[in-house]
């Protein structure tokens, strides 16, 4: 290929290089009195179910069973309620992730801290456990389990198998029942259940100090790469070199779990993984940094959105602060047709990366939407929300690269991009914010060229266009934009 012979570019004025072109399709609140806390969502055949936690016992929550339950709303495709449900027993009890199987039913993943109600057997009474659940369509139990030891477990998510079963991972302070291996104060536990509700195995990560498992894939080989928040101390099976506090940790394992390789990522100061996705030549991360140093270059303050791309042994290819002087999270890590690295969460900031913030107080969030190429270099940044706080958690379903449903938490509105009303009062109590976003700059009919060996992309085109044309062509040529 050669460059034109000239080149003429007429750039228009005003136009930011991050504008913001996500438009709003629908959006709903749903909620009680009391907090609602939405955490995941699915599409199912009509709409969507949307998971959480609510302590409320009016509004759109039609039972409450105790202290807080497990919710299960069902939407249509424009976000209007269908039904709802709600799973527990007479203490606290929440949902966390919800996952699809292969035979048209799905799996909650939860916690529980009761022993009656919904909740079928507990030989754990007393502790906070991993509780499993699978429904079907209609949101019936089809079976629930009990999983943990009598100290305590913290269930953070979950990936699906490729037997039709769920591996669980989060942290356990037990070391009885359930637990087969406990290395000291707190361990990343992971736990494999089968399609039946069958608990096949667990596995231990750990020092004799604290770690919590926060994110895991299957991977293509069929193994798995567990992440954890790890604070090293002594024993146990983590022998990479620690930098300072908590390390981001990351531990592949094999088919039959035996640790291929393991890399302790960061700095001196807290550092953590909470979303993992794998592509073709190795696997990229999204982590919260506190630190400056170590691996870690480019930060901004505060936590930091970190994400980092490693070939399948675990080296850093390329890394990637996100965010602003305060605090910013990775909540949905995802990979667009083109290769692009889509990263959805939650900030604090209205400056260095961050633009758009729409919050009155500087420790209130909005959800932030991010856009990286296979470089790491950042496309696209947009923020959602209003004078509140606003969060996501795992509740993120792509429709397409430029088209989500997310299923977010809100507690004030109306205001700027929120345009419901919570049900418990601005600024005291949280409800559910389900609402769809569109790109509406894409999806333009396109205009044949005059001439086929003219080739011009990337389509769409944002901070920078290519024209080509064959290197055996010497014609002259003008190009205006």
């Known amino acids: 290929m ?3 012979a000239n080149f003429i570019l007429l750039f228009f004025t005003g136009i930011s290089l991050f504008s913001q072109n996500y438009q709003f399709t629908w959006q709903q609140c749903f909620g009680g009195s009391e907090p609602d806390i939405a955490k995941d969502i ?6 969507y179910f949307i998971i959480g936690t609510t302590e409320s016992n009016d509004g759109n929550i039609s039972y409450n069973n105790g202290i807080s339950d497990g919710w299960l709303i069902k939407i249509d495709s424009t976000g209007n309620m269908l039904w709802e449900k709600t799973y527990g027993g007479s203490n606290g009890d929440n949902f966390i992730r919800i996952f699809p199987d292969n035979s048209g039913n799905y799996f909650i993943l939860g916690a529980s801290n009761s022993s009656d109600g919904d909740i079928s057997y507990d030989p754990y009474i007393g502790s906070w456990d991993h509780w499993i659940l699978k429904i079907d369509i209609d949101g019936n139990i089809i079976w629930d389990k009990i999983v943990g030891g009598n100290a305590g477990e913290i ?4 990936t699906l198998t490729s037997d039709g079963g769920i591996v669980t991972i989060g942290k356990t302070y037990s070391n009885d029942g359930d637990v087969s291996i406990s290395y000291g104060m707190g361990d990343t536990w992971m736990v494999k259940i ?4 069958e608990l096949e195995w667990d596995f231990t990560i750990g020092t004799d100090w604290v770690d919590v498992g926060q994110a895991i894939i299957q991977t293509s080989d069929g193994g798995y790469l567990a992440a954890s928040s790890s604070w090293l101390g002594n024993g146990g099976n ?18 039959d779990r035996n640790i291929q390789w393991q890399n302790c990522y960061g700095g001196s100061d807290h550092d953590g993984i909470t979303a993992i996705t794998e592509v073709d030549d190795g696997y990229i991360f999204g982590a919260y940094v506190n630190s400056n140093d170590g691996d870690i270059s480019g930060w901004h303050g505060a936590n930091d959105i970190w994400i980092v791309k490693i070939d399948f042994f675990g080296s850093i290819i390329w890394q990637k602060c996100l965010g602003g ?11 667009s047709d083109n290769d692009d690295i889509i990263i959805i969460g939650y900030t604090q900031s209205n400056n260095g990366d961050v633009s758009g913030n729409h919050t009155l107080s500087e420790y209130d969030y909005d959800i932030w939407l991010v856009k990286l190429n296979t470089d790491g270099e950042l496309l696209y940044q947009q923020c959602f929300g209003g004078l509140g706080s606003e969060q996501v958690e795992f509740g993120v379903v792509k429709k397409s690269d430029n088209n989500f449903v997310i299923a977010a938490q809100t507690d004030y509105g109306p205001s700027y991009d929120v345009q419901c009303t919570p049900h418990g009062g601005n600024g005291i109590d949280k409800d559910y914010w389900v609402f769809e976003i569109k790109d509406t700059t894409v999806g333009l009919q396109e205009q044949k060229l005059p001439v086929d060996w003219l080739k011009v992309y990337p389509n769409p085109a944002k901070d920078y266009v290519i024209f080509s044309i ?3 062509n010497n014609e002259d040529m003008e190009i205006i934009i």
């Open 42 to 47: 699915v599409e199912v055949p009509g709409g």
């Open 325 to 335: 002087t305060r605090s910013e999270f990775t909540s949905k890590l995802l990979i």
């Open 238 to 255: 983590i022998t990479c070199e620690s930098h300072g506090k908590a390390e981001a940790t990351l531990t592949k394992l094999d088919t």
């Open 194 to 197: 089968s399609s039946d509700g």
């Open 155 to 158: 269930l953070w998510t979950g």
């Open 2 to 4: 050669k460059k034109a």
């Open 470 to 472: 064959p290197a055996n």
